[in-house]
C-alpha cells in the first residue's frame, strides 16, 4: 500500500519561505515520478510542479516558475518543494502525487495521493 505523507506547511509571511516535504513509503520510490499540486476551496487542483525518477528533469507551472523549487533524495523516499518569496495567492492546501506512468503534469497522471498540508501566505 503506497503512502505519501506531506508535511512543513503553515502560516508564513508575505517573501517568505516554506519547504514542504512528502515521505513516500510501499513501492520502490525512485522508480515513479513525482509531482505537487495545489487546491483552494472552490477551485480545481491545479498543477504546481513535477520532477523525474531521478530528478534531473523538472517542471513547474507559469506561477511559480524561479520562485519553487522540486527536488527529491531518493535514498530517503522523499520529495520536497522549497517556496520562495511566496505571495497570498499561493496560499492552499498541498499535496504531492505519485505517477502512475512518466513524468507528468496532468492530475490524472498520478496514481497516489498524499492528504495535503496547508499553506498559508499572510500580505
Known amino acids: 500500500q503506497v503512502q505519501l505523507l506531506e508535511s512543513g506547511g503553515g502560516l508564513v509571511q508575505a517573501g517568505g519561505s516554506l519547504r514542504l516535504s512528502c515521505a513516500a513509503s510501499g513501492r520502490t520510490f525512485s522508480s515513479y515520478a513525482m509531482g505537487w499540486f495545489r487546491q483552494t476551496p472552490g477551485k480545481e487542483r491545479e498543477f504546481v510542479a513535477a520532477?523525474?525518477?531521478?530528478?534531473?528533469?523538472?517542471y513547474y507551472a507559469n506561477p511559480v516558475k524561479g520562485r519553487f523549487t522540486i527536488s527529491r533524495d531518493n535514498t530517503k523516499n522523499t520529495v520536497y518543494l522549497q517556496m520562495n518569496s511566496l505571495k497570498p495567492e499561493d496560499t492552499a492546501v498541498y499535496y504531492c502525487?505519485?505517477?502512475?506512468?512518466?513524468?507528468?503534469?496532468?492530475?490524472?497522471?498520478?496514481?497516489?495521493w498524499g492528504k495535503g498540508t496547508l499553506v498559508t501566505v499572510s500580505s
Open positions: 520532477n523525474s525518477r531521478s530528478g534531473d528533469n523538472t
Open positions: 502525487a505519485q505517477s502512475r506512468w512518466g513524468t507528468s503534469t496532468a492530475i490524472n497522471s498520478m496514481e497516489y
